[in-house]
């Protein structure tokens, strides 16, 4: 029986900690990994292509479809943001604010990525359980797909998830009858149309609190995608914004606080 939901990981930032960027220098570590979802049923698989091009169709002179974040100006951003909230899907992010993570807190390889995937992965799982009642085709399962990253071993992250699921912690609150441990996989960011709207879903909420080279954020792009962000009874920050550590304890300024209201 085939997967009843499908899951688009990306991410924004890195994972390096030391020598955050300052405001007016180029180069440095991101003070922000921000890991997001989209999530939809499978019946739209063959959606997803319609989808990207309905946010390419918009950009005027735009030479090929492919979208990447990063490459938009402001107004095509925007544009972008506004078009993925009206689809029937439903983002989730955890963003990790580095600068309080103690040096030598994560030291092996990928280990803070692997960290925030698994509260990702929690969510995700939530998420496909609370909707099952709506989704009767599929059995009930989600597949996972990555945007390929350099250096990053999927067959550890399956065997990590393994691992997790053979060794039950009280603090590991993955609902593992919708986890399908053996499908996770990569795709490259050009072969999917899928991982190009959650590439925008990750830079949108990473811009919401990571300073450009001028110290600013822009908040814009993730309050347009509040629509498609899961919560529960209007709880966003346990369900669809996951920060670490708590957002109490990350140093926010006050553009990064107005994110947090947002979705408080």
């Known amino acids: 029986m085939s997967h009843s939901y499908l899951a688009y990981i990306d991410e924004s930032g890195d994972d390096g900690l030391g020598n955050f960027r300052e405001p007016g220098r180029r180069g440095g570590s991101s003070h922000w990994l921000v890991l997001s979802a989209c999530v939809f049923r499978q ?7 319609r989808w990207r091009d309905s946010i390419s169709d918009k950009f005027v002179n735009k030479k090929s479809r492919t979208l990447h974040f990063m490459e938009l100006n402001h107004g095509q951003r925007t544009v972008a ?12 992010s955890v963003m ?11 030291s092996a390889r990928n280990q803070l990525y692997f960290y925030m995937a698994r509260y990702l992965v929690e969510r995700i799982s939530w998420l496909c359980r609370d909707h099952r009642p709506q989704v009767p085709e ?7 797909t990555f945007s390929r990253r350099g250096g990053m071993s999927y067959e550890k992250f399956r065997s990590y998830l393994a691992h997790l699921k053979d060794q039950p912690d009280a603090a590991v609150k993955i609902h593992w009858p919708v986890i399908d441990i053996e499908a996770v996989d990569a795709l490259d960011h050009k072969k999917s149309a899928s991982l190009q709207l959650v590439d925008a879903v990750a830079s949108s909420f990473a811009a919401a609190v990571e300073p450009d080279f ?18 529960r009874n209007g709880n966003y920050l346990s369900y669809g914004v996951k920060v670490v550590p708590r957002y109490q304890d990350c140093g926010l300024d006050a553009q990064q606080t107005r994110f947090i209201e947002l979705f408080k």
Do not use: F
């Not at 943001?81 to 989730?92: D, E, G, M, S, V």
């Not at 001028?214 to 919560?231: D, F, I, Q, S």
């Open 43 to 49: 019946v739209y698989s063959l959606e997803a292509v």
């Open 138 to 144: 599929g059995d009930g399962r989600v597949q996972i």
């Open 81 to 92: 943001a506004q078009t993925i909230a009206t689809l029937p899907l439903r983002t989730i």
């Open 214 to 231: 001028y110290g600013n954020c822009e908040l814009r792009y993730a309050a347009l995608l509040r629509p498609v962000t899961y919560h």
């Open 96 to 106: 990790a604010a580095k600068p309080p993570i103690p040096l030598g807190a994560y």
